[in-house]
């Protein structure tokens, strides 16, 4: 009698553990539906003079994303007049990008200056560099005070099988939690 009350508590201690088991969000078997990874979020960013690069610190921390620095291979001798150049030719400048992977990333994002009311050549470098369709490309820029807006149209040109979320002037840093929030980035 005593045993088969043994069994009886030892099945019921088992079946309880299983339940538990399936509700623990750390079991979730990799065939589920996954929740989000790092891996997910890349934060790709040009900067020359650093304030692109505090914003895009702020994106990957808040989203959890990964970082990762777009370098231009060459210097530039006179900036002023080399950089304009080279947007206005549409010219590709090398880059060095500090990511492998990218195209294991569902989301970019891809901040920049503005140089000219324009994205820097870089960009478009990068952008021609992998096969983002079917990803998503999330813009963002600092500025003196031009906004996004006139800088926008390169990304759908080079990558016309992306979609291309709303971007972000974040010339202000009040704006970049509720822009995060508003596209479903964060909670
Ligand atoms: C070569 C160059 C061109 C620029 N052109 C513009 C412009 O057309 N409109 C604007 O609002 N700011 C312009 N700026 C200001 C930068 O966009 C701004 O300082 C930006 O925050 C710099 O970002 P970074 O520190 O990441 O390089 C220009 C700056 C440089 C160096």
């Given at each position: 009698m005593k045993s088969k009350r043994n069994t009886l508590m030892t099945a019921l201690v088992l079946a309880f553990s299983l339940v538990l088991a399936a509700c623990s969000p750390g079991q979730s078997s990799s065939s589920e539906g996954a929740s989000r990874t790092k891996g997910d979020i890349l934060v790709a960013y040009f900067s020359y003079t650093g304030n692109t690069e505090e914003v895009a610190g702020q994106i990957a921390d808040l989203t959890d994303g990964t970082l990762g620095e777009i370098q231009?291979?060459?210097?530039?001798?006179?900036?002023?007049?080399?950089?304009?150049?080279?947007?206005?030719?549409?010219?590709?400048?090398?880059?060095?990008?500090s990511v492998d992977n990218v195209e294991d990333y569902d989301t970019v994002f891809v901040g920049y200056p503005i140089w000219w009311n324009e994205a820097p050549a870089m960009i478009a470098t990068f952008l021609e560099s992998y096969n983002f369709a079917g990803k998503t490309i999330i813009p963002f820029c600092t500025s003196g005070s031009d906004s996004i807006d006139h800088s926008l149209h390169i990304f759908g040109e080079i990558c016309?099988?992306?979609?291309?979320a709303e971007g972000l002037t974040a010339n202000n840093e009040d704006d970049i939690e509720p822009w995060l929030q508003e596209l479903g980035?964060?909670?």
């Open positions: 231009r291979v060459e210097e530039y001798g006179n900036l002023q007049e080399e950089a304009e150049a080279e947007i206005l030719e549409g010219a590709r400048p090398e880059i060095t990008f016309p099988d992306a979609t291309i980035m964060i909670q």
